[in-house]
């Protein structure tokens, strides 16, 4: 059973930093494009950084950039994403997802973790 697990969510002040993980289990990481995502309240699910099976490349969206990085091991079958400088607009529950077949951060990839909350505040 393909699955995947997100931890690593929490509360953090405003400029502080938090590592998502993603455990996937029932299939290989790495051949698949594996995405994070995030649904602030009240919003829709935004792709945010995602890493493509066609040629390994990693995209961030514009409001990420320079402070996510979004890396793999595939030893561990675990893909991570480092947030830095994280400002309470970054507040959203944050998914990891999977696809075989899409090259690209989307949100109609096949494979959904159950999500992670991340609360940026004072």
């Known amino acids: 059973q393909l699955q995947l697990v997100e931890s690593g969510g929490g509360l953090v002040q405003p400029g502080g930093s938090l590592r998502l993980s993603c455990a996937a289990s029932?299939?290989?990481?790495?051949?698949?494009?594996i995405g994070w995502f995030r649904q602030a309240p009240g919003k829709g699910r935004e792709g945010i950084s995602c890493?493509?099976?066609?040629?390994?490349?990693?995209y961030y969206a514009n409001s990420v950039k320079g402070r996510f990085t979004i890396s793999s091991d595939n030893a561990k079958n675990t893909v991570y994403l480092q947030m830095n400088s994280l400002t309470p607009e970054d507040t959203a529950v944050y998914y990891c997802?999977?696809?075989?077949?899409?090259?690209?951060?989307?949100?109609?990839?096949?494979?959904w973790g159950k999500g992670t909350l991340v609360t940026v505040s004072s």
């Open positions: 029932g299939f290989t990481l790495h051949v698949y494009t």
């Open positions: 997802a999977a696809d075989s077949t899409i090259a690209r951060c989307d949100t109609n990839m096949d494979y």
């Open positions: 890493i493509s099976n066609s040629d390994g490349v990693a």
